[in-house]
């Protein structure tokens, strides 16, 4: 048995794997950021023993996967983002107090690696995974094995530059992709999109500017909304963008679609895949298959513990 473990802004979800990469038994604990990395620290290291317990103590390994940078080599958390951990040897005070080896990685590098070995991605080797969210994550499978570059912190994809002299994002530059490509980009599109059209069907479907969320505009799109659809386009357009870049890179197998906004399929991913065809390099026969994440929020939890 294994555990794996992903520690996210709300909570920290752990889970008991078998050889099967089935999660047998999940717990989960808020995640505290008010009272500092060691309080953090010593949560997570009861919830990995309680769920060692579980397993009769026979745990092979534990695996971590955060929001942040790790050093590759030693496996110090360097910085975590929103959630108090940064410069912290959280892998040597887990092996310390439960005598477990351990095993730390970026979250969006362990969601990837869970479907390439479990999810939508397992019958391919090479992979790479957006994740759709407040932000822009990216994980990178090659040959079933996380790509870290040489210090551990490749796969910035949402920190790509796609509009010169775009809007100024947190990391210092501008025009980023996740600034038009995010849930986040996606209601700010929606609300300037409402308050351009007063008669949308967004305002009845999200009753308010403030509620309008990310569901908001393709709801009105399938009511036969034009402005929630313009927003939809507009931001498909983004999107594609950003990954036709990746396949001209990356050139993977498979390209995995995952986070909320995944939900809405074929919706998605039918212009998606148009966009990508139209505009990718290669010309060639055989190209990157687009799917939709399968195993959700257990992603991280599955990747996780195979990280040994």
């Known amino acids: 048995m294994k555990i794996g473990i992903d520690l996210g802004g709300m909570s920290v979800k752990a889970g008991l794997v078998n050889d099967d990469l089935k999660i047998v038994y999940k717990e989960a604990i808020p995640t505290d950021i ?20 579980k397993a009769d103590g026979k745990v092979e390994s534990v695996g971590i996967g955060i929001p942040g940078d790790v050093d590759k080599f030693t496996g110090r958390v360097i ?23 351990c095993f ?49 912190a490749a796969g910035e994809i949402g920190h790509h530059c796609i509009e010169v002299d775009g809007l100024k994002c947190a990391c210092g530059r501008q025009g980023c992709f996740e600034l038009y490509a995010s849930v986040t980009a996606l209601i700010r599109m929606t609300r300037e999109a409402m308050e351009q059209n007063p008669d949308s069907k967004m305002w009845e479907i999200a009753g308010s500017l403030e509620k309008a969320g990310g569901k908001t505009s393709w709801d009105a799109m399938r009511a036969g909304d034009a402005a929630g659809k313009a927003v939809v386009d507009k931001f498909i357009r983004y999107l594609a963008a950003g990954l036709v870049n990746v396949v001209n890179i990356f050139q993977p197998e498979a390209l995995i679609i995952g986070g909320g906004i995944s939900k809405e399929g074929e919706y998605l991913l039918a212009p998606l895949r148009e966009i990508i065809c139209r505009e990718r390099y290669s010309r060639g026969k055989i190209q990157a298959d687009i799917v939709i994440a399968e195993l959700g929020n257990d992603a991280g939890i599955v990747g996780a513990s195979q990280l040994c």
């Open 79 to 101: 910085y975590c983002n929103n959630i108090p951990l940064a410069d912290i040897d959280l892998k040597g005070e887990i092996e310390r107090e439960t005598g477990i080896p």
């Open 104 to 152: 730390i990685n970026n979250d969006a590098n362990v969601a990837a690696l869970g479907e390439v070995l479990a999810g939508a991605a397992k019958n391919y080797k090479d992979a790479v995974m957006i994740t759709i969210g407040t932000g822009v994550g990216c994980g990178i499978v090659m040959d079933n094995e996380i790509y870290l570059g040489c210090n551990g």
């Open 34 to 53: 008010e009272n500092g990395k060691e309080k953090l620290a010593k949560d997570i290291i009861g919830l990995i023993n309680r769920v060692a317990e």
